[in-house]
């Protein structure tokens, strides 16, 4: 594994080399390939909306633009992960902060830290998403009037944990994916999917006392019926950190 890699703090499309172009294309064709009957409408359209395509690694700028039409929102480029109070403020400014290095081709299947397939690919394309960025919207303004009390703040990384990266929605008999912690991840979405992993109905209360680790695969996921259900769920999601 090569440590010594650039994490920049800003994109610079010229900067991406071969392999990572190689890189995009092959995790793109991938999970796109993978994903077609197993994630939720709203995601292949929503890829649609922000111009994802297997050949082009995402121009920040030109998503940006893309994003600005549909809901407003965009996305910042982040060297690594971002702080609590940094993510939570950037999101109830309608900012996603994302990282803009892929990683490299020994590593294809495995990495410790979010790359931009993860934050772009998987994250970026709901953004686009009225209901959807309402929510992750809301999430971050709460979380701002409560980042100086780590146990509130706690509540809603765990709130954040279960839906924005590992939700999953109902669709009829079928469940589909929405969280990009599932997007992303072609083992997760395998086990999110399967009789493996529990599955339980959308319950802020439970979920904002569900400690979570993010080292292993899940082995709990929460089920909203529709984006519409997040949404309905902020006031309880005030009260219970007021
Ligand atoms: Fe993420």
Redesign the pocket.
Known sequence: MDNSRKRPTEQIYSDYTQEDFEVWKLLYNRQMNFLTDKVADEFIEAIDQVGFNSEEIPNFEKVNQRLDVCTGWKIKTVPNIADADVFFENLANKTFTATCWLRSMDEIDYLEE?DMF??VFA?TPLLSNEAYTDFFQAMGAIALNVIDDPAKVKMLQRLYWFTI?FGLIQRGDDLKIYG??IISSKGESEHALSDASEKRTYDVEQIMAHDFRTDIIQDTYYVIESFDELTSSLPRIKELVA
Do not use: I
Request: charged share 30%.
């Open positions: 979010p993860h934050d994250h990266e990009a912690g």
